[in-house]
């Protein structure tokens, strides 16, 4: 199968309980190609850098067969840049600065080779960014996933509810749940959600875990509990990344395989937090992601006979 990713590249600057990283790679679309690369090897990145951005950096994407000819590097601009502090409760953030760059006139152009992939991922980015890459493809991908935040919620509503009523899946956090829907409770914010076009709606719960809402169904997923989260930058994007690359590679988008994503997408989200930035996915092996998700397994496995 293939899988195409737009989102953003970026340079991101981190503080957290732990320490501080100064303008580290980071951005959507580099945490959730690195996460997909660990399950499927024919995907690609749409997204814009200036040419501050390190060569270094493209090769690793290189490295894992990550096609970057759809990654447009402008001469004399810089690249997105995102500052984000977390106080001792790693499930909240702060956004100290976010400075679109060159994403501001971003004009995406889908390479040939991807116009006809078989699982799009909308990561997060300007959501008539993302409608772009949907009008480029042609032919209507199996399976569309798109993330988003209270950024694009705040400040672009009109162009992101035409987005959301567009694709597949969508995922966010439950904050953004609440704000985009004006409701409290989870199960009735899904529901309003889901009637704004996506079928399946994922709600990422930070440690608490994720929720699956499809229909009148609901599957709960937890995050591992771990000794020390030391960055929770990028989670959600590790954890949109290893879903899709996992139905990439399975060519399964059943309910029933999506909750098998869901524990694949947290075990390599597990592994995100564990170092600064995009450092732990680096070293990921496939003896360390199998590990893990045998975790997971026996976290939930119980056994009950009801009468
Ligand atoms: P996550 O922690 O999974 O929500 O994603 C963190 C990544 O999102 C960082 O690497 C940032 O570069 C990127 N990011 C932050 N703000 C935005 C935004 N407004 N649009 C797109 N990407 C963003």
């Known amino acids: 199968m293939s899988l195409l990713i737009v989102g953003t590249v970026a340079f991101d600057s981190i503080e957290t309980p732990f320490g501080k990283a100064e303008k580290t790679v980071g951005g959507a679309a580099t945490y959730i190609a690195l996460s997909a690369s660990a399950f499927t090897r024919k995907l690609g990145i749409v997204s814009v850098v200036g040419d501050d951005f390190p060569m270094t950096a493209i090769d690793e994407f290189h490295k894992r067969g990550i096609d970057t000819s759809g990654l447009q590097i402008e001469r004399g601009k810089k690249s997105f840049y995102w500052s984000g502090r977390y106080h001792t409760d790693m499930n909240s953030r702060e956004t100290l600065i976010t400075e679109l760059n060159v994403l501001a006139d971003f004009q995406p152009v889908v390479p040939q080779s991807f116009r006809s992939a078989d699982f799009l991922m909308l990561g997060n980015l300007t959501p008539a960014v993302q409608q772009q890459v949907m009008s480029q493809m ?170």
């Open 138 to 307: 042609t032919k209507r991908p199996k399976l569309i996933v798109m993330d988003t935040m209270d950024y694009w919620m705040k400040s672009m509503p009109r162009e992101l509810a035409e987005t959301i009523s567009r694709v597949d899946v969508l995922t966010i956090n439950d904050e953004e749940a609440r704000l985009l829907s004006g409701e409290y409770s989870l199960v009735r914010a899904a529901q309003k959600i889901m009637k704004m076009g996506p079928k399946y709606l994922i709600i990422k719960k930070g440690e608490h875990g994720a929720l699956l809402f499809y229909d009148k169904k609901v599957f709960f997923a937890p995050a591992l509990p771990l000794e020390e989260v030391f960055d929770p930058t990028g989670a959600g994007d590790s954890f949109a990344g290893g879903f899709i690359g996992y139905l990439d590679k399975t060519n399964d988008t059943s309910f029933d395989n999506m909750k098998r994503a869901i524990i694949f997408g947290s075990a390599i989200a597990s592994f995100c937090v564990e170092k600064f930035g995009i450092l732990r996915l680096l070293e990921l092996s496939a003896a360390d992601l199998e590990e893990r998700v045998q975790e997971f397994i026996d976290l939930v496995q119980f056994d009950i006979s009801l009468e």
